[in-house]
């Protein structure tokens, strides 16, 4: 694949969870418990049965919201406070990568199927939310989460993204499978590499262009090509 530099790119698209911040914080595991015990509570079951929900309400929809929301009619506002409702001490100013972001030419964005709220707390806590000209969240997507393809319908509409800019246009995932709908919009990909999402990128490597194992090797390779 031809090297990637600083201005290689019109719009620079982000993932938010375990992609802008390194996915061995662990942070993203107390999202995670948080989803198992909200389904305990919300359908008053057990941690074996909440664990086989949430596994058939992803591999069927995506993502687990949508699948509550469809076929238990759980409220995805009350859902989506509860299940980020920690706190981040993980988390600090990084000023290096504030600054591998600015060196970036054109525009960049957060795609995430997490909230709005959820993501500022994140980006904040960072010190990068100003480097963001916008963030989509799940319920701006009207809760159509990634991989579904008319999720990105509504981003390159949201972002401003024309036909003539999507060649120009890159988008950086943890998730492989994430990966597919965007290359095949014409976008290019790169994946952030983890073992937790290994099996779902040796079936979807083929939606890859590049792969790094976090955000800051990937931007130290950019400013290494300047």
């Not at 904040?124 to 991989?147: N, Q, V, W």
């Not at 319908?153 to 003539?164: A, G, P, V």
């Not at 990966?179 to 490597?205: C, M």
Request: charged content about 25%; proline content about 3%.
């Amino acid at each position: 694949m031809k090297k990637i530099c600083s201005n290689s790119f019109e719009n620079w698209i982000f993932d938010l969870d375990n992609t802008v911040y390194d996915i061995k914080l662990g942070l993203f595991s107390k999202i995670s418990n948080r989803i198992t015990e909200y389904i305990i509570r919300a359908l008053s079951i057990t941690r074996d049965e909440a664990n086989l929900v949430r596994s058939a309400m992803y591999k069927k929809y995506g993502l687990t919201l949508t699948g509550l929301m469809r076929e238990y009619g759980i409220s995805p506002d009350e859902y989506l406070y509860y299940i980020h409702d920690v706190t981040h001490p993980e988390l600090k100013y990084d000023e290096q990568l504030k600054l591998k972001l600015n060196n970036l030419s054109g525009r960049k964005f957060i795609y995430t199927n997490a909230s709005q709220d959820h993501a500022k707390n994140i980006l904040s806590a960072m010190g990068i939310d100003s480097e963001f000209e916008k963030i989509l969240d799940i319920k701006a997507t009207g809760y159509l989460p990634k991989p579904d393809p008319k999720s990105y319908n509504i981003m390159l509409k949201s972002f401003d993204i024309s036909i003539n800019e999507i060649g120009n246009s890159i988008f950086i995932e943890d998730t492989a499978k994430n990966l597919k709908p965007a290359k095949l919009l014409g976008l290019k990909t790169v994946w952030i590499e983890n073992d937790f999402n290994l099996q779902d990128y040796r079936e979807h490597s083929g939606s890859v262009d590049y792969k790094y194992s976090d955000l800051n090797s990937f931007l130290n390779d950019i400013d290494s090509r300047n």
